[in-house]
């Protein structure tokens, strides 16, 4: 196929597209005045009522933290280390959802495409480190109800459950924070945990930007 | 809201330029809802940002830009009907006259949709017989480094259309 003749179809199916394509000027019209109201994307959306939610979650949490320092002693101690690490894990990760919010305000599709795409994916990449890093508070949430009566009152078969419970929780936790990492997003149980669609989205944004570094490379 | 002069301007803009948002959306969607919606939201968004249009541009750098950009986001997304624009009812790019493709063009079209994203990107613009420093600021690739993927897309190309032939 010579090179003349690519560009010869090609023209001819420009020909073709400007007898054949028209357009619906009154969509256009509406779509104008859409501008405002569409604004706020769902992505940054969802981000915004993640950083509030997260914010009245450690809020909350510090109140407790508050009290139970107040009235500290040994049993409420399990508590107070809990929540503690619970409220900084989820301030780390309101602190990276405000980087993402502040990045989606700056990416332009106005800009070369490559730019552009570079900044989406490294979004997209965030995303999973902040999954990875929330999945650690994970442990936490079996420990801090450890409380007085359970110390003195606990059967072995109780407390051989709970710390069961919490060795297991802690040690997904840690294999997750470890393995999800895009390097392993062709593995199938990553895409069992990330859902078809954003397993799809991942993989088509790891290719594409081994696709850019490549074309860097050269 | 805009103006109403530059609501004029940009949909003579769209006018002009309608055959390029269609070639890209048919090359990076298949479906035809999907481009249905690819098209919807290249136009969005090239309406949100026409307020910063920088005139040392040429009008179809900047569309390129944003429509490239657009789609390439677009196919990434599993879940394709998240466009940022409200739902619209009907096609806003209508082909009113239906004529058959040759089977050389469908062949074209189809071995351009196969290429991965960028060349896809790259072969788009060389067949619209942009100028490799135009294609540069498109991309955001030197042009040299065009030149040489240009070269190899083109191999690949005639060797799927040697293929088809001798089969």
Known sequence: MEDILLKEMWAAYDKKLEKSLALNKRLITEIQTQKASAALRPLKTIKIIAVILGIIWSAFLSGLLILSLKYFSFYNLFFIISTMAVITITIAAIVVYIKQIVQIRQIDNNRSVVDTQKALLGLQMSTINIVRVLMLSAPFYTTFYFNKTMFENGSIGLWVLQLTITFIISTLAIWFYRNAKMEHAEKPWFKFIFGTSEWTSLTRAMHFLQEIEDYEKE | ?167
């Open chain 2, 1 to 167: 809201m805009a103006p109403p002069k530059e609501d004029n301007i940009f949909l003579s803009v769209i006018e002009q330029h309608k055959g390029i948002i269609y070639k890209i959306a048919n090359s990076y969607c298949h479906h035809a809802e999907d481009r249905k919606d690819l098209i919807q939201e290249i136009i969005f968004q090239l309406w949100r940002s026409f307020d910063r249009y920088n005139d040392q541009y040429r009008y179809s750098t900047w569309l390129y830009r944003i429509a490239l950009n657009v789609a390439i986001s677009f196919y990434r997304k599993d879940s394709k009907r998240t466009a940022g624009a409200h739902e619209l009812t009907a096609d806003i790019l209508v082909v009113t006259e239906e004529t058959a493709d040759t089977e050389q063009l469908q062949l074209l079209q189809r071995f351009i949709s196969e290429l991965p994203e960028l060349d896809r990107a790259i072969m788009l613009l060389y067949l619209e017989e942009k100028s490799y420093k135009e294609m540069a600021e498109i991309l955001g690739l030197t042009e040299t480094n065009i030149a040489t993927k240009i070269n190899r897309i083109k191999g690949k190309l005639k060797n799927k259309f040697s293929t088809i032939h001798h089969s």
